[in-house]
DNA sequence: CGTTGGATTGGCT
DNA sequence: GCCAATCCAACGC
């Protein structure tokens, strides 16, 4: 498995939607405080932009969403559901407030400290979903704007992208609101992706009711 | 300050 | 398919 150099800044200097094909086959790497190295190549991420209803920037700056307006190639890490975390990589312009949440990934290097973290042996469920990708490899409120272009702690490297024939697209998952965008993307074919269903398209705004 | 519900998961009916 | 778990951010008063 190829790692190649880290990804540089300016390659998170760009729009979400722009970012986030680009991320499927990349490689994330977490280093944690024992010196131990895990790996895994994304599979399914989702883009969150400034003007988009689902996104936790869309109503602007608050304690909890902060790193999502610094500089791009942040982590921003979130605590939700009482029990999860999700990790997601900060994009475009510093201020703009957008980022790719990462959702699955394919285990490369580091799997039984993985299994430990998660509690189970299936390598199709270690990282095939957003707070199962976290727990496996401990990412937590301390890693909330980890710089992913310099730091040590968590970094991606170039792996090896996509072909456009392999990246499928759909609406995301578990989002009310806009669920018109199809924002998700995933490897075609990929067993690690999460189970999570995508979320249905509503009505067309303005269109006539009755 | 009180209320609501969430970019989820896993276990049970 | 349904729902509890379990914290806390966001928002309304």
Do not use: K
């Not at 760009?14 to 895990?38: F, S």
């Not at 979130?78 to 029990?83: H, K, N």
Request: aromatic share 6%; hydrophobic share 40%; proline share 9%.
């Amino acid at each position: 498995m190829r790692l190649g150099p880290r990804l540089p800044r300016r390659f998170f200097a760009r729009p979400a939607t722009t970012v986030a094909p680009e991320l499927l086959g990349r490689v994330l790497v977490r280093r944690l405080a024992d010196g131990a190295r895990l790996a895994v190549r994304l599979v399914e991420v989702e883009a969150y932009e400034p003007d988009d209803p689902a996104s936790h920037a869309f109503r602007g700056p608050t304690p909890r969403n902060l790193v999502m307006f610094g500089p791009p190639g942040r982590l921003y890490v979130y605590f939700t559901y009482g029990m999860h975390f999700c990790a997601n990589v900060v994009t475009s312009a510093q201020g703009q407030g957008s980022a790719v949440l990462l959702r699955a990934a394919e285990p490369v290097q580091g799997l039984d400290e993985m299994a430990r973290h998660r509690g189970l042996n299936d390598v199709l469920r270690l990282c095939s979903g957003p707070g199962r990708l976290t727990q496996a490899l401990a990412m937590e409120r301390s890693l909330d704007g980890a710089d992913l272009a310099r730091g040590t702690e968590v970094f991606l490297t170039a792996g090896e992208p996509l072909e456009p024939s392999r990246v499928m697209r759909t609406t995301r998952v578990g989002v009310r609101v806009g669920t018109d965008r199809r924002w998700r993307f995933l490897e075609r074919g990929s067993p690690f992706v999460s189970p999570g269903r995508p979320s249905v398209p509503g009505p067309i705004t303005g269109s006539r009711r009755s």
